[in-house]
């Protein structure tokens, strides 16, 4: 396994194909572009920027890979698989920072507040506030889920 990659430094651009994964790296603080467009601009997007594209289309895989794109192709939108895979792959880390987080709407780095009675963070771009409520629950478990899918192999 990979150690964790600087996450400040690793960038992805998602097809719209996985468009949940892009929250989830968000959360923990990578730089993902959502793209819904066409694929010739995402192409050169990605090599334009130094991103890595995750990709469920084999098409566009194949096309990345001639035309020298980093890429990976996944083979199921499967939330914990597909991190487990990311995280052997790519080094990504699977912890949550407080301090690295993302905004899931657009990909700005939120600011955390201290508030009461909990830590709230914001986003300076889009205004949206985030704090840890009920559905930490389900991030936790597929991130435990995840990281014990990297344990089995």
Same mark, same amino acid.
């Given at each position: 396994m990979n150690p964790p990659t600087d996450r400040r430094r690793l960038r992805f651009i998602v097809d719209a194909m996985?468009?949940?994964?892009?929250?989830?790296?968000?959360? $923990?603080?990578?730089?993902?572009?959502y793209w819904s467009g066409e694929d010739s601009e995402l192409l050169e997007t990605a090599k334009k920027t130094?991103?890595?594209? $995750?990709?469920?289309?084999? !098409? $566009? =895989?194949?096309? =990345?890979?001639?035309?020298?794109? !980093?890429?990976? %192709?996944i083979p199921e939108n499967q939330t914990s698989q597909t991190? =487990? @895979?990311?995280? !052997?792959?790519?080094? %990504?880390?699977? @912890?949550?920072?407080?301090?690295?987080?993302?905004?899931?709407?657009?990909?700005?780095?939120?600011v955390k507040i201290m508030s009461e009675p909990r830590d709230e963070w914001i986003c300076p771009n889009c205004g949206k506030h985030y704090w840890i409520g009920g559905h930490w629950r389900n991030i936790v478990?597929?991130?435990? @889920?995840a990281k014990a899918k990297i344990a089995e192999a």
């Open positions: 996985l468009g949940n994964l892009v929250s989830w790296l968000r959360i $923990l603080g990578y730089d993902t572009l130094g991103r890595v594209i $995750l990709t469920m289309d084999r !098409k $566009l =895989a194949s096309t =990345a890979l001639r035309n020298n794109v !980093k890429t990976y %192709l991190l =487990a @895979e990311l995280s !052997k792959r790519f080094g %990504l880390s699977l @912890e949550f920072d407080p301090l690295q987080t993302r905004c899931p709407n657009c990909n700005h780095l939120l478990r597929v991130l435990e @889920e």
